[in-house]
């Protein structure tokens, strides 16, 4: 049994500033939906098209019973600000794109489905070029491999155990029965989902919302301003 790493924040930060811009948006599309890889490259259009057409975020994607492991039935998940802003520019240069369209590519021979092999070994490339991790030696996976992005997407988001299974498209049977049972009751109604998702996710992003930077920014000045008023007044 091999055991992979917590990877952290920084560490995903760095790898996402040395990634291309179609890697880059799988990195954050496995670490804010809780996707497996086989079941990112096989997503279509139709998965994602109603809310990605909408600027809508978070962003639903579709997990239909035939890309998802063991027979699961068909889900959702979400990604969120940062996720999109990637993927909407990776999709810019091949918009516009059927229903039935590959999202992610490969680029030789250009066009062809994408293996989650060739992203794994993209990861692991990245991973050994920034010393993050070393090899375990021939025929041994690397403590710190692209399941990790799945298994961060678990430890920092914040919502309930079987919300998050849910969006994962986890059966929840993996022997915890508690889990197993609850995951059964969860809602079905999707708004109630991306609030939910939306609340964890302040906790998932990896950077400060721009917003909040401009606002915060805004308010020193003022605050700067009041205090030489304050002063004058003295």
């Known amino acids: 049994v091999y055991h992979n790493r917590d ?8 790898i996402l500033e040395h990634s291309d811009v179609r890697n880059r948006a799988i990195y954050l599309m496995l ?7 086989d079941t990112l490259v096989k997503l279509r259009f139709k998965h994602l098209k109603s809310d990605f057409s909408a600027n809508r975020v978070p962003m639903k994607i579709e997990l239909t019973e035939d890309i998802l492991k063991c027979r699961v039935s068909d889900r959702w998940t979400f ?9 909407k520019r990776y999709l810019t240069t091949r918009l516009p794109l059927q229903d039935d369209d590959y999202v992610f590519v490969r680029e030789r021979p250009k066009g062809g489905r994408l293996q989650p092999g060739a992203t794994s070994q993209a990861f692991n490339k990245i991973v050994l070029k920034l010393g993050l991790a070393e090899s375990a030696g021939k025929g041994k996976p ?15 988001m914040i919502a309930e155990e079987a919300y998050k299974e849910f969006w994962m498209g ?3 049977q993996g022997g915890d029965q508690i889990t197993g049972a609850a995951i059964h009751y969860v809602s079905r109604d999707i ?3 991306r609030k ?6 302040v906790h998932l992003r990896l950077n400060p919302p721009k917003g909040d930077s401009e606002t915060i920014a805004r308010l020193l000045q003022e605050k700067t301003l009041l205090e030489r008023r304050v002063q004058q007044l003295e």
């Open 7 to 14: 990877i952290t924040k920084q560490e995903l930060r760095l």
């Open 31 to 37: 670490y804010e939906s809780g996707m497996r890889p």
């Open 79 to 87: 990604i969120g600000e940062e996720g999109f802003d990637a993927l």
């Open 142 to 156: 690397k403590p710190l491999r692209l399941y990790c992005l799945k298994k961060a997407f678990r430890k920092f």
């Open 170 to 172: 986890r059966s929840g």
């Open 191 to 193: 708004e109630f989902h």
């Open 196 to 201: 939910l998702y939306s609340e964890g996710y």
